[in-house]
């Protein structure tokens, strides 16, 4: 419980900077749950533009791409270009290929992520990502953030990183 106690400490102190001018923009890569509720939410999305560095896996392209609603994927594609993310690669797999943006061989912390599982999911290599890209995970999966927290990296339930972006 004390990982989970120091890491909290450590993601809420970044968000909490007091002079933005002389620290850098916080790094965070958004799940591809979070954007759902972002073209919803104007306002977080400014405070995101202003106080965040937004990290974006070939992956999350692919899943958002996915999505049936066309009204639904087109605001997410604006809202895409709006937050302009840095594109990341993400450990190889052959169910998401996308050669252009890929690393070859397994994620160091795929694996530690993933479990006992055979496969990598989609988030494991996202999760995988934002630890190779020093990154905060903001997610709506509640499982996937304490996995995160439980091996000791940097993630935050996206209600809990909202309510504190837009205190700062």
Same mark, same amino acid.
């Given at each position: 419980m004390q990982y989970l106690l120091n890491n909290a400490i450590l993601v809420l102190d970044k968000l909490n900077r007091k002079n933005r001018k002389e620290e850098t923009l916080l790094k965070v890569m958004l799940d591809s749950n979070v954007y759902d509720?972002?073209?919803?939410?104007?306002?977080?999305?400014?405070?995101?533009?202003?106080?965040?560095?937004v990290y974006i896996t070939a992956v999350q392209h692919n899943e958002l791409r996915k999505v049936?609603?066309?009204?639904?994927?087109?605001?997410?594609?604006?809202l895409i270009k709006v937050i302009?993310?840095?594109?990341?690669?993400?450990?190889?797999?052959f169910s998401n290929l996308c050669f252009s943006h890929?690393?070859?061989?397994?994620?160091?912390?795929t694996k530690e992520i993933e !479990?006992? *599982?055979?496969?990598?999911?989609? =988030?494991s290599l996202i999760g995988d990502a934002a630890i190779e890209?020093?990154?905060?995970?903001?997610?709506k999966d509640k499982g996937l953030v304490g996995k995160m927290l439980k091996? !000791?990296? *940097?993630?935050?339930?996206?209600? =809990?990183f909202v309510d504190e972006l837009m205190k700062v």
């Amino acid at each position: 419980m004390q990982y989970l106690l120091n890491n909290a400490i450590l993601v809420l102190d970044k968000l909490n900077r007091k002079n933005r001018k002389e620290e850098t923009l916080l790094k965070v890569m958004l799940d591809s749950n979070v954007y759902d509720e972002l073209i919803n939410s104007p306002e977080v999305v400014k405070e995101i533009g202003a106080k965040c560095e937004v990290y974006i896996t070939a992956v999350q392209h692919n899943e958002l791409r996915k999505v049936s609603d066309i009204y639904k994927r087109e605001k997410i594609d604006n809202l895409i270009k709006v937050i302009s993310p840095v594109q990341v690669s993400v450990p190889f797999s052959f169910s998401n290929l996308c050669f252009s943006h890929m690393d070859f061989g397994p994620g160091e912390y795929t694996k530690e992520i993933e !479990g006992n *599982s055979r496969q990598m999911t989609n =988030d494991s290599l996202i999760g995988d990502a934002a630890i190779e890209n020093e990154c905060i995970l903001v997610s709506k999966d509640k499982g996937l953030v304490g996995k995160m927290l439980k091996l !000791g990296h *940097s993630a935050m339930q996206y209600d =809990d990183f909202v309510d504190e972006l837009m205190k700062v």
